[in-house]
């Protein structure tokens, strides 16, 4: 039986992350559609699942490309664009198998093969207790 391991990016950060409700919900559904280790579908194919046209994917995934939570790469056949959750927001079949990808993730990063998150540094968390003042734009 496989157990989904989520990156902790996004279970224990997602409140951290310097975008959008929209695209917040958006990561969300990302996560749940892509396969394990973090290819996505095509634009065409998430906009029919989304129930929205693809200039509308384009728009809520831009926020993710500039963070690199989402990669994209020009797919060699067919033309078109092919995206990938960064290997540090993907989920995973077992907690060894991300620790795996984290190593290699980190080993990639560190030679220039593959960007890093672009999440800013926080030095504060929501509240333990009572409401936190968090706005929906």
Known sequence: MAVTVM???VA????ALPIGAAAVK???????????GGSLPSQ????????VKP???????????????????QAEERGGNRYKLHPLAAKYESAQEMEAAFARALQDMRAGRLPHVNLPEYRA???AEGRPDLRIA
């Open 55 to 73: 200039p509308t994917i384009s728009a809520l995934m831009e926020p993710l490309f500039e963070l690199n939570i989402v990669l994209r790469s």
């Open 7 to 9: 990156s902790p990016l």
């Open 125 to 127: 968390t929501p509240p």
């Open 12 to 15: 224990e950060r997602i409140w």
């Open 44 to 51: 065409r194919q998430m906009a029919a699942e989304y129930k």
């Open 26 to 36: 958006f990561l969300q559904y990302l996560v749940f559609r892509s396969e394990y």
